[in-house]
T-cell receptor
Framework: GAGVSQTPSNKVTEKGKYVELRCDPI?????LYWYRQSLGQGPEFLIY????????DSGLPNDRFFAVRPEGSVSTLKIQRTERGDSAVYLC????????????FGPGTRLTVT | GNSVTQMEGPVTLSEEAFLTINCTYT??????LFWYVQYPGEGLQLLLK?????DKGSNKGFEATYRKETTSFHLEKGSVQVSDSAVYFC????????????FGKGTLLTVNP
């Protein structure tokens, strides 16, 4: 079946611009996660959705970052007034809920802020 | 908070050599432990997992045992292949009702023929 998809695969934007990154999870997966991976580092947690609600947004670095999942499926990560430090690969993962459930990762969106 | 400390890389081995990548963790509660792998040009994928103390996860010849007494989850393989060349990430989840993952920094493994 289809895995997690993310669009766009690459995004180049100028400092100060607004960007939206999209994630299509595996059908039926109620849990959705966003992570950010900087070069040479492991992914870092940003936000977790259970259904439509953001159950944990403690990883969002500041109020320029926001994410939604209005119908409990597709999610959009929104970044306002982008900064060069926001450049990274943004990963989305989805899973069923429960102990030790595997998170299935998308290919990521590489964001470059110039 | 939770954290994962992973053996620094890069690691370079010859084919058929024995592999160990060390991973230790700090966590509250009872996390599940994971090894994820990222092959060149591909996304992260689960290699193996263990959900409770003394469990052994295994897949594709790789093994790791959940050691609560030493807070470790070291990855081992008896005979590596060129196709095992990849970045390996140790991770734990936070348990409870939120299974967000905390990752180590990753270890780049290169296997030469």
């Amino acid at each position: 079946g289809a895995g997690v998809s993310q669009t766009p695969s690459n995004k180049v934007t100028e400092k100060g611009k607004y960007v939206e990154l999209r994630c299509d999870p595996i059908s039926g997966h109620t849990a959705l996660y966003w992570y950010r991976q900087s070069l040479g580092q492991g992914p870092e947690f940003l936000i977790y959705f259970q259904g439509t609600g953001a159950a944990d947004d403690s990883g969002l670095p500041n109020d320029r970052f926001f994410a939604v999942r209005p119908e409990g499926s597709v999610s959009t990560l929104k970044i306002q007034r982008t900064e060069r430090g926001d450049s990274a690969v943004y990963l989305c993962a989805s899973s069923l809920s429960g102990v030790g459930r595997e998170q299935y990762f998308g290919p990521g969106t590489r964001l470059t802020v110039t | 908070g939770n954290s994962v400390t992973q053996m620094e890389g890069p690691v370079t081995l010859s084919e058929e050599a024995f592999l160990t990548i060390n991973c230790t963790y700090t966590a509250t509660g009872y996390p599940s432990l994971f090894w994820y792998v990222q092959y060149p040009g591909e996304g992260l994928q689960l290699l193996l997992k263990a959900t409770k103390a003394d469990d052994k996860g295994s897949n594709k010849g790789f093994e790791a045992t959940y050691r609560k007494e030493t807070t470790s989850f070291h990855l081992e393989k008896g005979s590596v292949q060129v196709s095992d060349s990849a970045v390996y990430f140790c991770a734990l989840d936070s348990g409870g009702s939120n299974y967000k993952l905390t990752f180590g920094k990753g270890t780049l493994l290169t296997v030469n023929p």
